[in-house]
């Protein structure tokens, strides 16, 4: 009776931890997000890569207007600053977006209790595909 009891129990115990397992790699599901993809559809991408263009424009005109009155060292420093320039202008500009993509695809993967995320490119099989879902969020609905 001992040995029978002690059976039941093991058994039990085994049923258990793999009934935990099944439900700990359903809770491991991992997500991916074709990221490229939702940051060039982003509702506010094409305004936002519309003064970018302008800004660098304008760096170009700046630049070819000043570059005539200066020796290769004030030309590469003058280079240097508007790089500079335009890198404060597009990183104001596109952290934001970043920012409300990365809060979106936290969003879909919470509603789906999917709690790793991976751009896309880094998936190489199985996984759960967040893109459609992200890019909806983002168009407030529609996509």
Same mark, same amino acid.
């Given at each position: 009776?001992?040995?029978?009891?002690?059976?039941?129990?093991?058994?039990?115990?085994?049923?258990? !931890?793999?009934? !935990?397992? =099944?439900?700990?790699?359903?809770?491991?599901? =991992?997500?991916? /997000?074709? =990221?490229?993809? /939702?940051?060039?559809?982003? %509702?506010?991408?094409?305004?936002?890569?519309?003064?970018?263009?302008?800004?660098?424009?304008?760096?170009?005109?700046?630049?070819? #207007?000043?570059? +005539? #009155?200066?020796?290769?060292? !004030?030309?590469?420093?003058?280079?240097?600053?508007? #790089?500079?320039?335009?890198?404060?202008?597009?990183?104001?500009?596109?952290? %934001?977006?970043?920012?409300?993509?990365?809060?979106?695809? *936290?969003?879909?993967?919470?509603?789906?209790?999917? #709690?790793?995320?991976?751009?896309?490119? +880094?998936? =190489?099989?199985?996984?759960?595909?967040?893109?459609?879902? /992200?890019? *909806?969020?983002?168009?407030?609905?529609?996509?």
């Amino acid at each position: 009776m001992k040995k029978y009891l002690l059976t039941l129990i093991m058994t039990l115990v085994l049923a258990l !931890g793999c009934m !935990g397992s =099944v439900f700990a790699a359903e809770s491991n599901l =991992v997500g991916y /997000v074709n =990221v490229e993809r /939702v940051f060039r559809n982003h %509702p506010d991408m094409q305004a936002t890569m519309s003064v970018l263009k302008l800004e660098r424009q304008k760096a170009q005109q700046e630049f070819e #207007s000043k570059a +005539a #009155s200066l020796d290769d060292k !004030g030309k590469q420093e003058l280079g240097q600053k508007l #790089s500079e320039q335009i890198d404060k202008k597009e990183a104001s500009l596109l952290n %934001p977006i970043r920012a409300a993509i990365r809060k979106a695809i *936290a969003e879909v993967a919470k509603a789906h209790g999917i #709690s790793n995320v991976v751009d896309a490119t +880094a998936m =190489v099989y199985g996984g759960f595909d967040l893109t459609d879902e /992200v890019m *909806a969020s983002l168009h407030g609905g529609k996509k």
